[in-house]
């Protein structure tokens, strides 16, 4: 059966691309590929293939391409940024593609909210403060179901990591304090995650917004806003505490609670 791999290339470095990721690129017939977010030494893997942008396209040209060429039995890879299942509108190629008699396989990229918590040098859920985080992106024209409004999420006061926003922080900002998050919330933008050009901006929900006007960042950005940035206090992991004893390990101490 004729097939189409969707493959995540990682968030811009181009050694953040898996072994799996670099070998299709290198062996592929035709590449698609995500516009300006993909960098040029991995472009430039795909040395005997033909490379097409896809951000000059639209979803029938793409999805021709992808078709025509699978059919022939090429080894067609349509390339992401990131994680193809994060924002990737894969599922629309991969259910048309079906109905034609292609399959779809999907190789994960470590997608921009992990290159970003990685840029700050820091963990997304701490013990004290949160073990949650919610993925999301503001409403602008693609449409956001109310019950996942900012305000209903911020409820949670969880680590809120936002793609595709960063042009929105100043109502973003607001809906979360509404929401429940404190003015005084820790809130950091990664621009570029792991480009040369890295920046990272870090404030609170108060000044957020006023920061990033004055850096002029407009896009390519992951908004993370959480306490872990800046834990006013935490407690450490009891998977390494010498009182805990688990499958691997007995614990090295007595608990005083004993
Ligand atoms: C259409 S989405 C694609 C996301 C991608 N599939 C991923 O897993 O990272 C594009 C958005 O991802 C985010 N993004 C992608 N690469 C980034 C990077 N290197 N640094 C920061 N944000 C990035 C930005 O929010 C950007 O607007």
């Known amino acids: ?3 189409v791999f969707f493959v995540g290339c990682g968030p811009g470095d181009p050694e953040l691309i898996t072994v799996k990721a670099k070998k299709l690129i290198q062996k592929a ?3 698609v590929y995500s516009g300006s977010l993909i960098p040029d030494p991995i472009l430039n893997l795909c040395k005997k293939g033909k ?3 896809a951000a000059k396209l639209v979803r029938e040209e793409i999805f021709n391409l992808l078709y025509k060429n699978a059919k022939k039995d090429k080894l067609v890879v349509r390339l992401h940024d990131g994680d193809p299942s994060i924002y990737g509108a894969i599922k629309e190629q991969i259910d048309n593609l079906e109905k034609k008699g292609i399959k779809s396989v999907v190789v994960p990229g470590i997608t921009a909210f992990l290159a970003s918590a990685a840029a700050l040098g ?5 013990p004290g403060v949160t073990q949650t985080i919610i993925v999301t992106r503001a409403e602008s024209r693609t449409k956001v179901p ?4 900012i305000s209903e999420l911020a409820k949670h006061k969880a680590t809120l990591i936002f793609y595709l926003s960063v042009h929105l922080l100043p109502k973003l900002t607001k809906e979360a304090i509404a929401g429940g998050y404190k003015k005084s919330t820790p809130v950091a933008v990664v621009y570029r995650a792991s480009w040369n050009d890295q920046k990272i901006v870090k404030g609170t929900l108060n000044d957020i917004a006023k920061k990033i006007q004055e850096e002029k960042i407009t896009r390519t950005a992951i908004v993370i806003i959480s306490d872990v940035i800046q834990p006013q206090s935490y407690e450490y992991s009891k ?7 688990h499958g691997y390990r007995k614990a090295k101490v007595k608990s005083i609670k004993n």
């Open 29 to 31: 017939d035709v590449v």
């Open 1 to 3: 059966m004729s097939e």
């Open 122 to 126: 820091t963990q997304l859920t701490l």
């Open 51 to 53: 490379l097409y942008d």
């Open 146 to 149: 109310k019950r996942e409004k």
């Open 239 to 245: 998977l390494y505490d010498k009182e805990f004893s």
